[in-house]
Nanobody
Framework: QVQLEESGGGSAQAGGSLRMSCVAS????????MGWFRQAPGQEREGFAA???????DYADSVKGRFTASRDNTKNSLILEINVLKPDDTALYYC????????????????????WGQGTQVTVSS
């Protein structure tokens, strides 16, 4: 199993920046994919950033240009930096890990991920 712990969420003003991190522990050999998801009030959870162990990175169109995800394999950590925060960024943010897969699949799909963190709340005020 993989345990995940997110940190760094909180409250911020629109236009500001936030940095969040996620650290994986346990059977991290199976953490080939690490991803960020978020769930806004009343909405479904959506994946917006994914990084494979080899560095391949995917972003949802909705966050390109403002969100930057990075990964440190030596520390089993995943970082998310959000710039130019918007009130619409208010959500519960989760990190997740998934094992290596083969074939054609969308790396931002929930089904790719096996383990999830508890989530960290981000609230952006205007």
């Amino acid at each position: 199993q993989v345990q995940l712990e997110e940190s760094g969420g909180g409250s911020a003003q629109a236009g500001g920046s936030l940095r969040m991190s996620c650290v994986a522990s346990g059977d991290t050999a199976n953490a080939f994919y690490m991803g960020w998801f978020r769930q806004a009030p009343g909405q479904e959870r959506e994946g917006f950033a994914a990084i494979a162990r080899d560095g391949r990175t995917d972003y949802a169109d909705s966050v390109k240009g403002r969100f930057t995800a990075s990964r440190d394999n030596t520390k089993n950590s995943l970082i998310l930096e959000i710039n130019v925060l918007k009130p619409d960024d208010t959500a519960l943010y989760y990190c997740a890990t998934g094992r290596e897969r083969y074939g054609s699949f969308w790396r931002l799909a929930e089904q790719v991920y096996d383990y999830w963190g508890q989530g960290t709340q981000v609230t952006v005020s205007s």
